[in-house]
């Protein structure tokens, strides 16, 4: 069965705690991407990565870190110098980085 | 760069009746078009998107869109909505050849019996 799965779907982050958020894709997609939804926001582009072993920042980068080792998994690190990382957040994969992109169910990251 | 304005944030609407949910999007350049749909606590999921061809875009679900390039505007319609139609609903923009997606604010729909 095809798709992206996140986990865990929720998590909780202590003060000054970093924490990694899972995304794994068996569509052989190329691109990877991560964002964040806040509330009556829409989505915003944090990482996104179009091959192995390279990613660009996207539109909010700060405070988040990700890597792409294998081509089926984009995890995504919130440290601790975000100071705001209570949200929603969506992972999203596309067969290349022009192509349609399909998202996961999330994960919603909540602070102690 | 472009951008998407959702005109309306929260639509509500009786079973079986029409909806329109309105998307107005600005770019210099020629763009792709997307509308996701949210349930509750889960990702989004593709409704329909336009590309190029014919303006009049047939989706999932009985939705459908029709992009005018003139008032740069992709409206989403459905004719007749059910219950399970209540979800959060995101028009997004790409420039062509982009693999850059912005989206709108969402409106959610909430169908009362």
């Known amino acids: 069965d095809g798709g992206i799965t996140q986990s865990p779907k929720y998590l909780f982050r202590k003060e000054g705690q970093n924490v990694t958020l899972s995304c794994e894709q068996n569509l052989n997609h190329d691109a990877m991407y991560w964002y964040r939804q806040d509330p009556g926001q829409g989505l915003r582009l944090i990482y996104y990565?179009?091959?192995?072993?390279?990613?660009q920042k996207g539109d909010i980068a700060e405070g988040y870190s990700v890597s792409r080792e294998k081509k089926e998994s984009f995890p995504l690190t919130v440290t601790s110098a975000q100071k705001n990382p209570t949200a929603f957040y969506l992972c999203?994969?596309?067969?290349?980085?022009?192509?349609?992109?399909?998202f996961g169910p999330g994960t919603r990251l909540l602070v102690l | 760069a472009q951008s998407v304005t959702q005109l309306d944030s929260q639509v509500p609407v009786f079973e079986e009746a029409p909806v329109e949910l309105r998307c107005n999007y600005s770019s210099s350049v020629s763009v792709y078009l997307f509308w996701y749909v949210q349930y509750p606590n889960q990702g989004l999921q593709l409704l329909l998107k336009?590309?190029?061809?014919?303006?009049l875009v047939k989706g999932i679900n009985g939705f459908e869109a029709e992009f005018n390039k003139s008032q740069t505007s992709f409206h989403l319609r459905k004719p007749s909505v059910h219950i399970s139609d209540t979800a959060e609903y995101f028009c997004a923009v790409s420039r062509v050849n982009d693999y850059k997606l912005s989206f709108g604010a969402g409106t959610t729909v909430t169908v009362r019996a």
């Open positions: 999203a994969s596309s067969l290349t980085g022009l192509e349609t992109q399909y």
């Open positions: 990565s179009q091959i192995v072993n390279d990613f």
């Open positions: 336009y590309l190029s061809g014919s303006t």
